[in-house]
């Protein structure tokens, strides 16, 4: 993670790119022998917390840190169940958990899931339960990254509301 992180400082330095893409194949998709899943999670957040302190001890091109100037998004396309299978694993399931660091984000936990592991309504400005708001989407979601990395998000999705609590 942190030779990653210096490697694409440099990138970002000289100007041959403004983003990237990485894929962290974990081999999450296991719907047998949730322990499977320890290691896994240990080697993830292992990575990106290498990711995250490398993109900080990094100079910025006009900020103090290469992260002052990054964000960071990590997801999944898909959620896991939150109770265990017949045979000990995980389902999908709708609702995610996302990851967000760095550039323009701020700090906090949004969104909810009520007892039966569902999706609640939230204000999509504060991420707070409001029973005004609405059940977060992926569209939702998709939209508000585009506003958090300064993206137009009607552009793309002209009728989605935008997920925005965790933009700064």
């Known amino acids: 993670g942190g030779q990653l992180a210096a490697s694409l400082a440099g990138a970002f330095r000289s100007g041959m790119t403004a983003s990237v893409t990485i894929s962290r194949n974990g081999g999450f998709d296991t719907h047998s022998d949730n322990t499977q899943q320890n290691g896994r999670w240990d080697s993830l957040f292992g990575f990106l917390d290498a990711f995250v302190g490398g993109l900080a001890a990094e100079p910025g091109v006009?900020?103090?840190?290469?992260?002052?100037?990054?964000?960071?998004?990590?997801?999944s396309e898909f959620g896991r169940t939150p109770e265990l299978n017949g045979d000990n694993g995980k389902d999908h399931h709708p609702w995610d958990s996302m990851l967000f660091v760095g550039k323009n984000v701020r700090p906090g936990t949004y969104g909810l899931t009520n007892g039966d592991q569902e999706g609640v309504k939230v204000n999509?400005?504060?991420g707070n339960p409001n029973d005004a708001g609405q059940v977060l989407d992926v569209q939702n979601m998709v939209a508000g990254i585009l506003t958090l990395v300064g993206g137009n998000s009607a552009d793309y999705l002209p009728t989605v509301a935008p997920f925005k609590a965790m933009i700064a």
Not at 62 to 75: K, P, Q, R
């Open 62 to 75: 006009a900020h103090a840190s290469m992260l002052d100037e990054t964000t960071i998004v990590y997801c």
């Open 124 to 126: 999509f400005a504060t």
